[in-house]
């Protein structure tokens, strides 16, 4: 039987305690590059350009992997995660991360098999060993058309075809988990049936803050 409950997290700071790529440009000892090229290009496109410079610089996937498995973590929504899964939960990822380094991080974690979709930027190793990260929308394209979020990813689309899977196998309730400004988006989407359970005192949470009626959505 299809679950009757779809739990939807975000992953940095929300399941993990930090943002993954900041963590991984400043435990590489690349931060103020980073900095320098932040104001000149978009995030998802930075990371990839960054990526670059990780390889030039000699360091390897196992060097990225093993500072990925020093991520601080939430333990107690990691137990979250564990529960809501035995409960028949079905769990799923909506990510501005990459898919390299939450794979990496949840397999190190046991959590991989908990769920049944991640929805994040694509992140994949070509020929010469690089780590490429692509947007999970295809800006140079086309425009997503939100202007709530950033150029590579709406997650408000995403959850709107979460929304229109899952209602095939009859009523589903959503409950969204998230903590920053593009988390904002998708809370506006969800109906009165579901939860948004906003990271206190976090950008998502001001927004919602600033007109809770806008949200359909118990907040939680």
Same mark, same amino acid.
């Given at each position: 039987?299809?679950?009757?409950?779809?739990?939807?997290?975000?992953?940095?700071?929300?399941i993990?305690d930090?943002?993954?790529?900041?963590?991984?440009?400043?435990?590489?000892?690349?931060?103020?590059?980073?900095?320098?090229?932040?104001?000149?290009?978009?995030?998802?496109?930075?990371m990839?350009?960054?990526?670059?410079?990780?390889?030039?610089?000699?360091?390897?996937?196992e060097?990225?992997?093993e500072?990925?498995?020093?991520?601080?973590?939430?333990?107690?929504?990691?137990?979250?995660?564990?529960?809501?899964?035995?409960? &028949? @939960?079905? #769990?799923?990822?909506?990510?501005?991360?990459?898919?390299?380094? /939450? *794979?990496t =991080?949840?397999?190190?974690?046991?959590?991989?098999?908990?769920?049944?979709?991640?929805?994040?930027?694509?992140?994949?190793?070509?020929?010469?060993g690089?780590?490429?990260?692509?947007?999970?929308?295809?800006?140079?394209?086309?425009?997503h &058309? @939100?202007? #709530?979020?950033?150029?590579?990813?709406?997650?408000?689309?995403? /959850? *709107?075809? =979460?929304?229109?899977?899952?209602?095939k196998?009859?009523?589903k309730?959503?409950?969204y988990?998230?903590?920053?400004?593009g988390?904002?988006?998708p809370?506006?989407?969800?109906?009165?049936?579901?939860?948004?359970?906003?990271?206190?005192?976090?950008?998502v949470?001001?927004?919602?803050?600033?007109?809770?009626?806008?949200?359909?959505?118990? =907040?939680?």
């Amino acid at each position: 039987m299809a679950a009757a409950i779809v739990v939807v997290f975000d992953f940095d700071k929300t399941i993990i305690d930090v943002d993954s790529d900041n963590w991984v440009i400043d435990e590489l000892g690349f931060t103020d590059l980073f900095n320098q090229l932040l104001p000149t290009m978009p995030w998802n496109s930075l990371m990839d350009r960054m990526m670059k410079e990780l390889h030039s610089d000699g360091k390897t996937m196992e060097d990225i992997a093993e500072v990925l498995k020093r991520i601080p973590i939430h333990s107690q929504v990691i137990s979250a995660i564990k529960a809501a899964h035995d409960l &028949g @939960c079905e #769990l799923r990822i909506v990510s501005d991360a990459n898919m390299f380094f /939450i *794979e990496t =991080i949840l397999k190190h974690l046991g959590l991989k098999d908990c769920f049944s979709e991640i929805n994040t930027n694509p992140g994949s190793v070509d020929d010469e060993g690089r780590l490429r990260i692509s947007p999970h929308h295809d800006f140079t394209q086309s425009s997503h &058309g @939100c202007s #709530l979020c950033p150029p590579n990813m709406c997650k408000g689309l995403i /959850i *709107e075809r =979460i929304q229109a899977s899952t209602s095939k196998d009859g009523s589903k309730k959503i409950i969204y988990l998230g903590d920053g400004a593009g988390d904002y988006c998708p809370s506006l989407k969800l109906t009165e049936a579901d939860y948004v359970m906003p990271r206190k005192n976090f950008p998502v949470w001001a927004l919602i803050s600033k007109n809770p009626l806008l949200i359909k959505a118990e =907040i939680s």
